[in-house]
T-cell receptor, first 113, second 114 residues
């Protein structure tokens, strides 16, 4: 089925380890986003991309890096994981010029111990 | 700066009762407004959206929302709640810049009594 696929779905990391979360969309969307969800705080934007080869910082970018080498993929990296990065991560994509086709992935639950 | 406030962290209603979830936004121009629902362990599903035009918008699952510019509100309503509506509900506003990012409220968790 067409949509946004996130891998992995669950992961436990030790403090200081690194990992990459993959977001893949098959809808040819230009815009892609990474959000984190924490209890009582809603979803907060980490980084986003408005097209292949472009990335920009969102509300809470510290400790994360991203890459958009291919239009369909948006990678979120944690270079040195910290317990504060324990969260549920959601990827979303959207076609320009507006918000009509915003689609979310099913999330990645990350625990840093 | 744009922001969204959902003043109720939890709401409990009886099955069959009516529901209203509150959402207030801060925005300079005509906003793009959304309501999403998240069932436990699931991603976000769009319930409805407002871009312009009729201020009362209909969504899926029998939900509706009314845009009131004078009150900066976009409250979600349902006339009769079903047990399956128990979930977390998020209001969001679209950013005023070219990023088309969404700015979310903190969410309201709905509990449904049998």
């Amino acid at each position: 089925n067409a949509g946004v696929t996130q891998t992995p779905k669950f992961r436990v990391l030790k403090t200081g380890q690194s990992m990459t979360l993959l977001c893949a969309q098959d809808m040819n969307h230009e815009y892609m986003y990474w959000y984190r969800q924490d209890p009582g705080m809603g979803l907060r934007l980490i980084h986003y991309s408005v097209g292949e080869g472009t990335t920009a910082k969102g509300e809470v970018p510290d400790g994360y890096n991203v890459s958009r080498l291919k239009k369909q993929n948006f990678l979120l990296g944690l270079e040195s994981a910290a317990p504060s990065q324990t969260s549920v991560y959601f990827c979303a994509s959207s076609p320009p010029p507006g918000f009509g086709g915003y689609t979310f992935g099913s999330g990645t639950r990350l625990t840093v111990v | 700066a744009q922001s969204v406030t959902q003043p109720d962290i939890h709401i409990t209603v009886s099955e069959g009762a009516s529901l209203e979830l509150r959402c207030n936004y801060s925005y300079g121009a005509t906003p793009y407004l959304f309501w999403y629902v998240q069932s436990p362990g699931q991603g976000l599903q769009l319930l409805l959206k407002y871009f312009s035009g009729d201020t009362l918008v209909q969504g899926i699952k029998g939900f509706e929302a009314e845009f009131k510019r004078s009150q900066s509100s976009f409250n979600l309503r349902k006339p009769s709640v079903h047990w399956s509506d128990a979930a977390e509900y998020f209001c969001a506003v679209g950013a005023e810049d070219s990023s088309y990012k969404l700015i979310f409220g903190s969410g309201t968790r709905l509990l449904v009594r049998p």
